[in-house]
């Protein structure tokens, strides 16, 4: 009987802060073709919190599965799943809050799941067809984050240590470190291990040109 498969391929990409994770999922796009591929990531799903003032929220834990809202995903991507467009929450880092606007994602043959702890909600995991670990040393992993809060977060150096120190690490160590069992792929050396890609973009070709 031949494969009759029309649903996307929904391949989850999980990983540290900083692990390389924007790096695998640029390779996936690349290989597999633009049109092909719609990226849906997990912090976009960061709860309003416009309840509170600033400084309020600056000093929520942001590393926690209670600070998205993860539920909220997992309607997306059931509805890319049956072909419907979704329109997904755009989220201000600066500011630590939700904005009114909103992205359209379409359903495309692959749809890339993004995030440090999309692993670690059941609801989500059971939606993914190929599950991803980007794996990196947590010095290499601190440096990228660091690097990334300040020229694109708009974050001073003191705010990026501390928030890692407080709740990045220990986070990390309780929720993201763990969820790496549920891997179908461990993708070691961040994005750079060019073995591990290839057979990674081999294999999500292939799961693509079956749908």
Excluded: C, W
């Excluded at 067809?129 to 001073?156: C, N, P, Y």
Aim: hydrophobic share 40%.
């Amino acid at each position: 009987m031949s494969d009759t498969r029309t649903a996307p391929v929904i391949i989850g990409i999980a990983g540290g802060s900083g692990s390389g994770k924007t790096t695998v999922v640029r390779r996936l796009t690349s290989s597999l073709g633009d049109d092909q591929v719609s990226v849906l990531e997990h912090d976009r799903y960061y709860r309003d919190r416009s309840d509170l003032r600033l400084e309020e929220r600056a000093a929520l834990n942001y590393d926690h599965p209670d600070s998205l809202e993860t539920e909220m995903m997992v309607e997306h991507v059931k509805a890319l799943r049956a072909g419907h467009v979704v329109h997904a929450p755009q989220y201000d880092f600066a500011r630590h809050n939700r904005l009114e606007a909103r992205d359209i994602i379409q359903p495309r043959a692959a749809i890339i799941v993004e995030g440090i702890l999309i692993f670690a909600d059941a609801a989500l995991r059971a939606l993914m067809d190929v599950k991803v670990f980007v794996d990196a040393d947590d010095d290499t992993r601190f440096i990228r984050r660091l690097q990334r809060d300040i020229s694109e977060r708009g974050r001073t150096v003191p705010s990026v240590i501390d928030q890692y120190l407080g709740t990045v690490k220990p986070m990390h160590l309780e929720f993201v470190e763990p969820s790496k069992r549920y891997a179908d792929i461990i993708v070691p050396q961040g994005g750079h291990n060019d073995v591990a890609i290839d057979m990674l973009l081999t294999l999500a070709r292939g799961l693509v040109s079956r749908g």
